[in-house]
């Protein structure tokens, strides 16, 4: 198995446990909440820095599956080396940025250990529980550093974008074929 893929694999696996235990956290704190007129006294700031990690794995994951909204009108209609250029020059810019992220989260959360502040209710260090922003950048940053690898060396000519509208027709012509041509 390769480092990619062993990315991939944990990638998607820590998205999928941060998915259900969030979803669980919500529903058990509803039912509490309004079923038997009780509360988990941690479930809000719980629900939040769960919601805060999905995003930032969600956001690389983004950039490996193409589903960040993009505006490439412009970079589809240059010829394909032009294309690659302005790629990897968008790329680069993307992980000039993340690079500003990462080194301001960890100047944060440095800042946040050396105080030694407790999250409010979660039973966690503040630096602990928010440490998804060094792990959340640093993966975006891995995931622009393979795109940028596969720009150089001709794998891909842009970012990959998915494109919902046309999914969504070849589904429906194929759903039309199954059941006898779109009666």
């Known amino acids: 198995m390769t ?3 062993l990315l991939n694999r ?5 998205i999928s446990l941060l998915l259900v235990a969030l979803t669980l956290l919500v529903f058990v704190e509803v039912v509490m ?3 038997f007129g009780m509360a988990i006294d941690w479930a809000e700031e719980g629900s939040l820095l769960l919601a805060g990690w999905f995003v930032l794995f969600g ?3 983004g950039i490996k599956t193409g589903s ?3 505006v490439d009108f412009v970079v589809r209609a240059m010829p394909s080396r032009v294309r690659r250029a302005v790629s990897a020059l968008a790329v680069l810019a993307c992980l000039f940025y993340t690079g500003m ?8 959360l ?11 209710d979660v039973p966690l260090p503040t630096w602990l529980a928010q440490s998804v922003l060094l792990i959340g950048f640093a993966m975006i940053g891995i995931r622009l550093l393979i795109l940028l690898w596969q720009i150089v060396t001709g794998q891909a ?5 998915s494109d919902e509208a046309e999914g969504s027709m070849e589904r429906l012509e194929q759903e039309q074929a199954a059941h006898g041509g779109g009666e």
Do not use: T
């Open 157 to 161: 000519d842009s970012f990959p974008f």
């Open 59 to 61: 956001a690389s994951h």
């Open 3 to 5: 480092v990619i893929r």
């Open 10 to 14: 944990v990638e998607e696996g820590i």
């Open 68 to 70: 960040h909204i993009g």
């Open 110 to 120: 440095d800042k946040v250990y050396r105080i030694g502040l407790p999250m409010e």
């Open 101 to 108: 992220l990462l080194l301001g989260s960890w100047e944060y």
């Open 33 to 35: 909440r309004f079923g």
